[in-house]
């Protein structure tokens, strides 16, 4: 059964950083692009960046290019969003997610759809 564990939330002040972490079990982790996504109160699931089995490919949504950085070592099951120069906009519960890896190819969008094992999230909170 495939299993996301998503770390590393919190709160922090406006310019900070954090660093998720997505760790997978159960199914072939390094078969797989993993997708970041969040959600904000009363908004919907947006994509946020996207990064493609190998970790040879990143792909980026508009509001976060610059400030977060995909990465990711397949021999720990794992998935690194490094968020820089956080803004109070970027507070949502984040979601990371297996799936394809279409979205990896910049310009693509991140789709919830291509999809199909997600995480449980992780709160992040940007405020002074």
């Known amino acids: 059964q495939s299993h996301l564990v998503e770390s590393g939330g919190g709160l922090v002040q406006p310019g900070g950083s954090l660093r998720l972490s997505c760790v997978g079990s159960?199914?072939?982790?390094?078969?797989?692009?993993i997708g970041w996504f969040r959600q904000a109160p009363g908004k919907e699931r947006e994509g946020v960046a996207c990064?493609?089995?190998?970790?040879?490919?990143?792909n980026y949504a508009d509001s976060v290019k610059g400030r977060f950085t995909l990465s990711r070592d397949n021999a720990k099951n794992t998935v690194y969003l490094q968020m820089d120069g956080l803004k109070p906009e970027d507070t949502a519960i984040y979601f990371c997610?297996?799936?394809?890896?279409?979205?990896?190819?910049?310009?693509?969008?991140?789709?919830?759809?291509?999809?199909?094992?997600w995480g449980q999230g992780t709160q992040v909170t940007v405020s002074s």
């Open positions: 990064i493609s089995a190998s970790g040879d490919r990143t």
């Open positions: 997610a297996a799936g394809t890896n279409y979205c990896a190819t910049p310009g693509r969008p991140i789709e919830r759809e291509r999809f199909g094992a």
């Open positions: 159960g199914f072939t982790y390094d078969g797989f692009g």
